[in-house]
Nanobody, 128 residues
Framework: VQLQASGGGQAQDGGSLRLSCVVS????????MAWFRQAPGKEREFVAD????????YYADAVKGRFTISRVNPVNTLYLRMNNLKPGDTAVYYC??????????????????????WGQGTEVTVSS
């Protein structure tokens, strides 16, 4: 199983970036997906998650209204569109996958320990 995150880089305060996470080695639509981030000297924190179909999403308060999580199942790819970036968004961003074969259940999971697979991270730096 591989989760390959990309799209990080440098942005100005108020700028935008789009992160991608290409997944291989698993049945993508059987997994809920999420983005987490870890700032220097801080613990990893939940950013957003999305259910198997993309019909249900959930965001941390810190990013609500600025970030949008989405997925395209036929190409096994997860996205995070980040608008109005702030210096406080500076972190390494990780994509994560959690097995959820029962598609009738919608459950948003914010604890990193519950996720099964992780990408390698992509670094985002926002300057003022």
């Amino acid at each position: 199983v591989q989760l390959q995150a990309s799209g990080g880089g440098q942005a100005q305060d108020g700028g935008s970036l789009r992160l991608s996470c290409v997944v291989s080695g698993l049945t993508f639509y059987d997994y809920n997906m999420a983005w987490f981030r870890q700032a220097p000297g801080k613990e990893r924190e939940f950013v957003a998650d999305i259910n198997w179909s993309g019909s249900s999403t959930y965001y941390a308060d810190a990013v609500k209204g600025r970030f949008t999580i989405s997925r395209v199942n036929p190409v096994n790819t997860l996205y995070l569109r980040m608008n109005n970036l702030k210096p406080g968004d500076t972190a390494v961003y990780y994509c994560a996958a959690k097995y959820s074969a029962d598609h009738t259940i919608v459950r948003h999971i914010t604890k990193d320990a519950e996720y099964d697979y992780w990408g390698q991270g992509t670094e985002v730096t926002v300057s003022s």
